[in-house]
């Protein structure tokens, strides 16, 4: 009888127990923040926002499509700032905020208490981790607001995992902010990826082993052809257009097959202007997820990645080349792959992807006026010079406009100070230079914005990209089509116009309906949104909206 009752009791507890546990856990589940396990940004470096359009017919079913078929497009995305550059773009997608505060006022910006240069990452405090080359002196010191990296890992209490990868430093650096695990870019010198000791001292392992590899050598060692017969490329110019297009030194036409294998001699930086860095670059994010145990952790997790191979390729050959076409096919391709790889690791639903870029291209002016279409390059240096041989005459002191840098007048202002020279009577004096300039449409006081003769839209454009320590104190804008440069072929970015700040947004995953919009939203939207799907405070520099309609 007492063995009974004892089995009965100690069973009657067990149950008992076991019903305690269940419903604890039960309650845990249920009232967990809902959030997805990775987030993953992905920023295609000088990406127009026709090309997810453009190519539409071309691309696979698991790439590019699959974002726009199962995820959620805004259609008309703009950058609400000058000027449209890598360095602005990557900062303005993960801060949510302007070069006005956050900054980063270009790649390359002056500081305009001494007339110095600072490149928006670089660190002297700082050394290569991975190499013994001045690339790894660099780390987001000069970065003045929080990013949405930053964000999650205080929500976490920095048990979040961020790791940010690019070809380019500032592409790695800038979108994984301040307290970021990680950021990888690519050296050239010794073809490595390698970081910095902002970050760490030593590379870990599954690094080490990604760059004994050789990555880079193995896939230049493939030689660049077309994905597909030549003669499909029906969405470009003639492959032989020497007039729009640069070509590699040692060719004698920008023609394919691009014999890589032959070309690059050991100069691993030629990957970059080849569609096989941006392969790579996933490679390396791949490695990072399954290295890292991204996504499999109690929070959520991020992953900024940067594709640079599409800027460098944009840069050479322009946006009309077969080059720029096999480029996107090729990222279509890998892109699918990446996401394939997501599903099986992380599982399908339990991750996030946003798709955008840090700014658009021109097409090439001699490629435009062919079609009867205005355009043309501006050619800085003589204006440069006739502007200083003009204030030299009045007021007696050689090269008082140091540069032009980012379409900005950045003024000598310790020899102004010296010889007490009046800034207003300055600054009218070379508007009224400027404004006689056959490429130029207005010069614009930094200062007295609100009273420039200037549509609205330019008119805050101008006042978010001015940072007053950082940007010069006039603004250039020229007119549609024309951009600063010397060659005739490739082409560039930097200006207001739709074809330099329209960029595809697209995202897909956890928490995302599907669907688009064809209002106006903004590249300072995008921490914002991605801070309320994953509720967490906005960045504080941040002066951008969650876009609703795209949240579930």
């Not at 026709?50 to 259609?75: A, H, I, P, S, V």
């Not at 145990?293 to 990645?305: E, H, I, S």
């Not at 990209?465 to 951009?483: D, H, M, T, V, W």
């Not at 928490?511 to 106006?520: D, M, T």
Request: glycine share 8%.
């Amino acid at each position: 009888m007492k063995i009974r009752l004892l089995f009965t009791l100690t069973f009657a507890t067990a149950v008992f127990n076991l019903s305690a546990q269940t419903k604890k856990t039960t309650t845990t589940a249920a009232t967990a923040l809902p959030r997805p396990k990775l987030m993953v940004g992905i920023v295609v470096d000088q990406m127009r926002w026709d090309y997810l359009y453009r190519y539409y017919d071309r691309y696979q079913t698991g790439g590019f499509k699959r974002m726009l078929n199962e995820g959620f497009t805004c259609e008309n995305t703009l950058i609400p700032y000058i000027p449209t550059v890598t360095a602005a773009g990557h900062t303005c997608v993960y801060t949510g905020s302007v070069p006005a505060i956050h900054g980063i006022a270009g790649n390359d910006f002056t500081i305009q208490a001494t007339g110095k240069s600072m490149y928006c990452t670089d660190d002297s405090t700082v050394v290569a981790v991975g190499s013994t080359s001045a690339a790894g002196k660099m780390s987001p010191r000069n970065l003045l607001a929080s990013t949405v990296t930053d964000e999650l890992r205080l929500a976490t209490n920095f048990r979040s995992k961020v790791i940010g990868i690019a070809l380019k430093d500032r592409g790695g650096i800038l979108p994984a902010g301040h307290t970021a695990n990680a950021a990888y870019w690519f050296d050239d010198a010794n073809g490595a990826w390698i970081t910095s000791t902002y970050y760490m001292t030593d590379l870990p392992a599954w690094v080490k082993t990604f760059n004994a590899g050789k990555p880079a050598e193995k896939y230049l060692k493939q030689d660049w052809n077309t994905l597909y017969p030549i003669n499909t490329y029906v969405q470009s110019s003639p492959d032989n257009s020497p007039k729009y297009e640069g070509k590699f030194a040692g060719t004698e036409a920008p023609t394919f097959p691009i014999k890589t294998s032959e070309l690059y001699k050991g100069k691993m930086g030629m990957i970059r202007s080849t569609p096989f860095g941006n392969s790579m670059t996933l490679d390396l994010a791949r490695a990072a997820v399954e290295s890292e145990a991204l996504g499999k952790g109690p929070v959520t997790d991020f992953l900024a990645v940067s594709l640079s191979s599409t800027d460098y390729v944009g840069h050479q050959f322009g946006p009309n080349s077969v080059e720029a076409e096999d480029t996107y096919l090729r990222l279509d391709k890998d892109l699918a792959a990446f996401f394939t790889y997501l599903d099986a690791k992380v599982g399908k639903g339990n991750y996030t992807v946003f798709l955008t870029a840090d700014h658009g291209a021109a097409h090439n002016p001699n490629f435009l006026l062919d079609h009867n279409i205005p355009a043309g390059m501006w050619n800085e240096t003589p204006t440069r010079a006739g502007l200083n041989k003009l204030l030299e005459d009045k007021y007696k002191v050689k090269n008082l406009v140091l540069n032009f840098n980012n379409y900005q007048v950045s003024f000598n202002n310790a020899a102004i100070a010296k010889e007490n020279i009046s800034n207003e009577a300055l600054k009218q004096d070379c508007i009224n230079y400027l404004k006689k300039q056959p490429e130029i449409a207005f010069a614009v006081d930094m200062q007295n914005i609100q009273s420039a003769t200037i549509p609205d839209d330019l008119r805050a454009r101008i006042q978010n990209g001015y940072n007053a320590e950082r940007s010069g104190a006039i603004q250039i804008i020229l007119k549609p089509g024309f951009y600063s440069g010397h060659g005739a072929t490739g082409t560039t970015h930097g200006t207001w116009n739709p074809y330099d700040a329209h960029i595809p947004l697209v995202f897909m995953g956890w928490g995302i309906k599907h669907g688009s919009l064809v209002r106006e939203t903004y590249m300072t939207d995008i921490a914002a949104t991605v801070a309320a799907l994953l509720h967490i405070q906005a960045p504080n520099g941040n002066v951008g909206h969650p876009i609703g309609e795209v949240l579930k």
